[in-house]
């Protein structure tokens, strides 16, 4: 009797063991199913997860401004896209009237230009902070026409100037390309809305050679020095940024 009842309490126990390890074996089967269930929905949910499109318009008030102080025209606008983390893709476009008038030269430059670059955002926001510091590097061209009024006969060394002699001739269909590095700072002032200011270098590759006639103004570029390929340029925008 004490055998056989041993034998059943054994047995008993051996039954037990068995169910315990199954629905042990049970529960792990659930969760590492369901732990395989979470990092599924996690991978997903980062892979849904995109970055915004920024797409930011404005223009040079800067320009604008000084433009109507001198009595001439300027328009000067531009365009970021950012098309890859902290990369923006940028367009700028601008047209002017400009008179020059020095001691020898009296003249108009009319003419427009285009610009296209990449830049890159160095500053690391905080919170909702929304600001850029960029720096990159631009592709640029103009196309332009001039017309001299006057111009005086250089003579080193004569107490007067020589009367200007008037000749209202054109020279049309000059262009001129080049290239710049430039940094750019906008700062949020109101929700999307920017005020920027920019410095850039340039070095100009080809420029229009006209004869008896030295340029020393190009749209978009501005100044021309006769002894360097050099030039520089400050910019004050304001923009609007839209959030996709």
């Not at 054994?10 to 390890?21: D, E, I, N, Y």
């Not at 009367?163 to 001739?169: I, L, R, Y």
């Not at 100009?204 to 006209?210: K, R, V």
Request: aromatic share 20%.
């Amino acid at each position: 009797m004490n055998n056989t009842s041993y034998q059943i309490k054994f047995s008993r126990l051996l039954l037990l063991k068995r169910r315990l390890l199954l629905v042990s074996f049970f529960m792990l089967t659930i969760y590492m199913s369901a732990q395989q269930t979470t990092d599924t929905i996690a991978k997903d949910s980062i892979i849904k997860i995109k970055q915004p499109v920024k797409i930011r318009f404005g223009f040079d008030i800067g320009k604008y401004i000084r433009a109507k102080l001198n009595r001439s025209e300027s328009y000067d606008y531009y365009i970021d896209a950012n098309f890859y983390k902290e990369y923006y893709l940028v367009f700028y476009g601008g047209y002017e009237k400009h008179l020059t008038d020095n001691n020898l030269l009296n003249y108009h430059t009319t003419g427009s230009y285009y610009k296209i670059g990449v830049m890159y955002n160095l500053y690391r926001n905080w919170l909702d902070m929304d600001n850029d510091i960029d720096i990159g590097i631009n592709y640029a061209y103009a196309r332009f026409d001039y017309l001299l009024h006057t111009y005086r006969i250089n003579q080193p060394g004569a107490i007067y100037l020589p009367q200007p002699v008037n000749v209202e001739q054109a020279f049309d269909n000059n262009s001129a390309q080049w290239i710049e590095l430039h940094a750019q700072m906008q700062v949020e002032t109101f929700r999307h809305l920017y005020l920027g200011l920019e410095i850039s270098t340039k070095y100009l590759i080809y420029s229009s050679d006209i004869d008896n006639f030295t340029v020393t103004y190009i749209p978009g570029f501005f100044n021309k020095n006769t002894y360097s390929r050099f030039g520089f340029g400050m910019q004050y925008f304001i923009s609007y940024r839209f959030i996709f």
